[in-house]
C-alpha cells in the first residue's frame, strides 16, 4: 500500500488538518501519479460540510487534480512516466453500462466512483482526492494534459473547465449567440472565457459590481449586477443561454425572465436547497430550463485540448495548503478571483520536517 499524506475535514463542518491515509498499489492498468496541483471547487465546500447530505468522514475533498505521472502498470499505454496527467470528478465505473458506452460515464447505472467523498466499484473501499502527494487511477480515468499549458492554472479546467464547456456544447454555443454567465467565480470565469472563444456575445450577471473590469477582461461584452435595481426589466428577454453557476439559493424565475423565446438555462450551480419554478417562467417563450454534470472521459479530453489550442486556462490564485480553511471562508464571500489552488509542495515540505 501507498502511504498518501493529505488534508482532510475530519467531520462535517469542521477545519481540514493534516491526515495520513494508504492508495492501492498500482496494478496493470493504473497510473500512479505524483500530484503537483489541485483546484478548490465549491464542492469541496459544500461535501466537506455535508451541505448535500451522505458525506463520508474523514474527508480529503479535490477533484482538479494535475501532476506528473511517476509510475504506470505494464497494461498502461495512454500515459508514460514523466506525462502530465489529470484526473477529475470521478477515478472509475463499471464502464459496460448504456451511459458508461456512450461516453457519459457520470451517468454509470451503477453510480461512478467519485474521486473522494465516494467509494471505488467495490462499494466498500474508499476514495480520497486530490488535496494529497499522489493518486493512483485506472488509465480510464486519466486525462492528458497537453504540454505547454501552465498546470497550476490548467488543474481547474479538470472540473470548471468541464463543467462549463459541456453545456456551452449541448446547446450548440456559436458566433453571435447571446450567452449570460450567472456568478463570476471558479465555474463562471471558465464559461466567461469558453463561451467568447466559441464567438458568443457573453454577458456577466453578478452581485459584485467590483469584477466589471475583471469580467471584460476574461471576454464578457457586457456586465450587469443582478441586486441592481431594474436589471432583471433591462435584460427581458435578451439571452439565448444562460449558464448558472450559483452555489446559494436564488429565484429562478427570475433568471429564466431573462431568455428569449425557445432560449435554455442551465443549472450547474447546486444550492442546497431546492427553490420553485413556475410554470409560467417557462411557458412563455418556450424556454428550456435544463442541468448539466461535469462532463464524461472523452468529451474531458476534447475540453483540454480545445483548451490547449485556444490558450485558455484558469485565472488562479495558488495557496499553500495549510491556508484552505481560510480559502473555504473567502470563497463563501464570493472572495476569489478566480480559482484557489492548492501547490501540494506545500504538503510534501511539511511532511518531510
Ligand atoms: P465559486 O467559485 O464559489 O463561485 C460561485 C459564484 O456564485 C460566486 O463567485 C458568486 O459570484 C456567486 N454567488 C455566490 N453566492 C451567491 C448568492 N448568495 N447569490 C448570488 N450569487 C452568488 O463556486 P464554483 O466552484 O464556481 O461552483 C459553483 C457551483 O457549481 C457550486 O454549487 C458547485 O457545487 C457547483 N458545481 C457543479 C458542478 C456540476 O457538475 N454541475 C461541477 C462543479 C461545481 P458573483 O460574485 O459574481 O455574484
Ligand atoms: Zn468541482
Ligand atoms: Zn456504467
Not at 66 to 77: A, L
Not at 116 to 133: A, E, F, V
Not at 179 to 205: I, R
Not at 231 to 249: E, H, Q, R, V
Amino acid at each position: 500500500m501507498l502511504k498518501t499524506q493529505a488534508y482532510a475535514a475530519p467531520a462535517a463542518g469542521k477545519p481540514l488538518a493534516p491526515f495520513t491515509f494508504e492508495h492501492r498499489e498500482p496494478g496493470p492498468h493504473d497510473v500512479l501519479i505524483d500530484i503537483l496541483y489541485c483546484g478548490v471547487c465549491h464542492s469541496d465546500i459544500h461535501q466537506a460540510r455535508d451541505e448535500w447530505g451522505g458525506s463520508i468522514f474523514p474527508m480529503v475533498p479535490g477533484h482538479e487534480i494535475i501532476g506528473r505521472v511517476k509510475q504506470v502498470g505494464q497494461h498502461v499505454t495512454k500515459l508514460k512516466v514523466g506525462d502530465m496527467a489529470g484526473v477529475g470528478c470521478m477515478v472509475d465505473s463499471c464502464r459496460d453500462c448504456q451511459p458508461c458506452r456512450q461516453d457519459l460515464e457520470m451517468f454509470c447505472e451503477k453510480g461512478m466512483a467519485l474521486t473522494y467523498n465516494g467509494t471505488q466499484m467495490d462499494r466498500k473501499t474508499p476514495t480520497y482526492g486530490g488535496y494529497s502527494t499522489q493518486v493512483v487511477v485506472s488509465e480510464r480515468f486519466t486525462l492528458k494534459v497537453p504540454e505547454g499549458l501552465d498546470p497550476a492554472a490548467a488543474a481547474p479546467l479538470l472540473c470548471a473547465g468541464i463543467t462549463t464547456y459541456s453545456p456551452l456544447r449541448q446547446w450548440n454555443c456559436k458566433k453571435g449567440d447571446r450567452v449570460g454567465v450567472v456568478g463570476l467565480g471558479g465555474l463562471g470565469h471558465m464559461a466567461v472565457k469558453l463561451a467568447a472563444s466559441m464567438g458568443a456575445e457573453v454577458t456577466v450577471l453578478s452581485t459584485s459590481r467590483s469584477k466589471e473590469a475583471d469580467a471584460r477582461r476574461l471576454g464578457a461584452r457586457g456586465f450587469e449586477v443582478t441586486k441592481e435595481e431594474g436589471t432583471f426589466k433591462k435584460l427581458a428577454g435578451k439571452f439565448d443561454l444562460i449558464i448558472d453557476t450559483i452555489s446559494a439559493p436564488h429565484d429562478y424565475n427570475q433568471y429564466l425572465s431573462m431568455l428569449r423565446p425557445l432560449g435554455a438555462m442551465v443549472l450547474v450551480g447546486v444550492p442546497p436547497q431546492p427553490t420553485p419554478v413556475a410554470a409560467f417562467a417557462l411557458i412563455n417563450g418556450n424556454k428550456r430550463l435544463a442541468g448539466s454534470s461535469i462532463g464524461g472521459i472523452a468529451e474531458t479530453q476534447e475540453m483540454l485540448d480545445y483548451c490547449a489550442k485556444h490558450q485558455i486556462v484558469s485565472d488562479v490564485e495558488v495557496i499553500p495548503i495549510q491556508k484552505i480553511n481560510e480559502a473555504y471562508e473567502r470563497m463563501l464571500k464570493s472572495d476569489v478571483r478566480y480559482r484557489f489552488v492548492i501547490d501540494m509542495a506545500s504538503l510534501k515540505d511539511a511532511a518531510a520536517r
